[in-house]
């Protein structure tokens, strides 16, 4: 993975194999996490984004399974935070989207309230696609391919 190859924020950015995730400190004391996982076989960079009042918080929201109870996914996740986790995101998915070629990438937000700010997104090519979830609930999720 070259994301931000040569960039002095590198090694903020934690790399594994198959993802590339951070977090951010928000003005509200809450964090931001921000996490792109590559599935190979489908060729899909997914963008998950998770807000919450720590940083295990964010963790578990990411690590767990879809029915645990430590996933906050649907909740609302503590203060209200506006549109500062959506400027941070958009900036690095923009830059995200300049690394990245021949793929699609597809963002979800963690939360109602996020995924309705998330929606935001079809304004630079995002399209909407929601999906039934195991639980009958629907998860939206904005999509994109990256020639």
Excluded at 3 to 29: A, H, I, P, Q
Excluded at 66 to 74: D, H, M, N
Excluded at 87 to 93: D, M
């Amino acid at each position: 993975m070259d994301y931000f190859k040569g960039s002095e924020d590198l090694n903020k950015w934690n790399k594994t194999r198959t993802n590339v995730s951070r977090f951010f400190k928000l003005k509200n004391g809450q964090w931001l996490k921000i996490v792109f996982t590559y599935k190979s076989k489908i060729n899909i960079w997914f963008m998950s984004i998770v807000v919450a009042n720590s940083k295990r918080q964010c963790n578990d929201c990411i690590n767990k399974t879809e029915l645990s109870p430590k996933v906050t996914y649907g909740h609302i996740t503590g203060n209200k935070c506006g549109l500062e986790p959506f400027k941070i995101a958009l900036k690095e998915l923009l830059k995200f989207e300049k690394t990245v070629h021949n793929c699609e990438i597809s963002v979800v937000g963690a939360s109602e309230r996020l995924s309705n700010i998330y929606r935001r997104l079809t304004r630079y090519g995002y399209n909407i696609d929601s999906t039934p979830r195991k639980n009958g609930e629907k998860r939206n999720i904005l999509f994109k391919e990256i020639k």
